[in-house]
């Protein structure tokens, strides 16, 4: 049996179930806010930036894992004989990746793979390589396999509000102002070769019939699309919208699986509340 430990950055954002379910191991950002340091989805979650944001009109600052952190976050896997697996946030949006891969080469048996991703696009390769570790395939095999599919991944999200993207520097006022006053609700996508994100399309109403729209649109325009697995990811939205959001994704196709998770605080810090996002595979 190979002895292989499976883990990644928490920004994959894979909810608490799968993480348990297939033995992943997170490591986690680290949040600054208000002078305080906090490791990510540890000491804060979500709902603690939308207060004190709401309050006091401070954002959090993130910070990537560094070599020293990831050298001991490695070394009792590998001091034991483990091959350890590690899948980073895309290597465009963090130095997460080089420091990494720094750390991998001071250690025996640590393959560090870019997932060129973000949020869930970088937890479904982080579940593929689950499946291979189960199905029994050597740590080079697997990792051979996730760089032929990770751009395969599609990762995108609608933002209900640009405010915490012109609060943290990522968008001018006046964009923020119009898209308020209009109700624009942006898409954000990510380019899976190298996770950059950049603006996607713009839909005008309400948030429900927006997330509709999006979901319906996405799902069409990609051919070949896996119903395999299915990923929904939210920064604290409205049970009946994720319901409307889960009955919109099986209306476009019979996926067999669906999984639900919220997103990091890393992830939250830019995208603000009432974000969702999905996450699929094609062929």
């Known amino acids: 049996m190979n002895k292989i430990i499976l883990s990644a950055d928490s920004t994959c954002d894979l909810n608490d179930e799968l993480v348990n379910t297939y033995n992943i191991n997170l490591a986690p950002y680290t949040i600054f806010l208000k002078e305080k340091a906090y490791k990510d989805n540890i000491d804060l979650v979500p709902n603690d930036i939308y207060e004190i944001y709401s309050k006091e009109k401070v954002l959090p600052k993130t910070s990537a894992i560094n070599v020293v952190e990831y050298n001991n976050y490695f070394k009792p896997w590998v001091d034991k004989g483990y091959e350890v697996i590690h899948i980073t946030l895309g290597s465009s949006l963090t130095s997460s990746y080089n420091n990494s891969c720094i750390a991998a080469e001071q250690l025996q048996g640590v393959h560090t793979i870019d997932s060129q991703n973000l949020s869930t696009g970088t937890g479904l390769l982080v579940l593929k390589a689950a499946h291979m570790i189960e199905e029994g395939l050597t740590a080079r095999e697997i990792v051979k396999n996730l760089k032929s599919i990770r751009e395969n991944i599609h990762m995108s999200f609608i933002l209900d509000t640009l405010e915490f993207l012109h609060a943290g520097g990522r968008c001018s006022k006046v964009a923020t102002l119009g898209s308020n006053l209009l109700k624009i609700k942006p898409v954000i996508e990510v380019d899976n070769s190298s996770g950059s994100m950049s603006l996607g399309n713009r839909y005008r109403g309400n948030l429900k019939k927006s997330i509709v729209k999006y979901i319906k649109d996405k799902l069409s325009s990609s051919d070949n699309v896996k119903k395999e697995h299915i990923f929904l990811v939210h920064s604290g939205v409205d049970s009946n919208i994720i319901s409307l959001a889960k009955n919109t994704i099986l ?33």
């Open 251 to 283: 209306e476009c196709g019979d996926f067999k699986n669906i999984y639900i998770s919220m997103a990091s605080c890393t992830i939250t810090s830019h995208c603000g509340p009432n974000t969702l996002g999905i996450a699929f595979e094609t062929e």
